[in-house]
């Protein structure tokens, strides 16, 4: 099972709240892509990299562990 995670942003008084799965993050910048290119919500582009930046320190932090865990043999 994959493991439950979230992502937040603040902006003027909204709160933008992501929830996805581990391993789906492809389909959340889609998300962002999707949201950013909408005229009718308070989500832009800058907000979009925000978030992207964020999951991508998080991925990257989720592989240094893995890479420097000791593995059990």
């Keep these: 099972m994959s ?7 603040n902006k003027d008084g909204q709160q933008f709240l992501f929830r996805y799965d ?9 998300s962002f892509v999707d949201m950013a290119n909408d005229q009718d919500n308070e ?3 800058f907000d ?3 978030l992207s930046f ?4 998080e991925l990257v ?3 240094d562990e893995l890479l420097t865990c000791p593995s059990e043999i």
């Design 43 to 45: 989500f832009d582009w």
């Design 61 to 63: 932090e989720k592989a």
């Design 48 to 50: 979009a990299a925000v």
């Design 54 to 57: 964020q999951l991508s320190r």
């Design 22 to 30: 581990g391993g789906s993050e492809e389909q959340l910048l889609d």
């Design 3 to 9: 493991e439950r995670k979230i992502l937040t942003l």
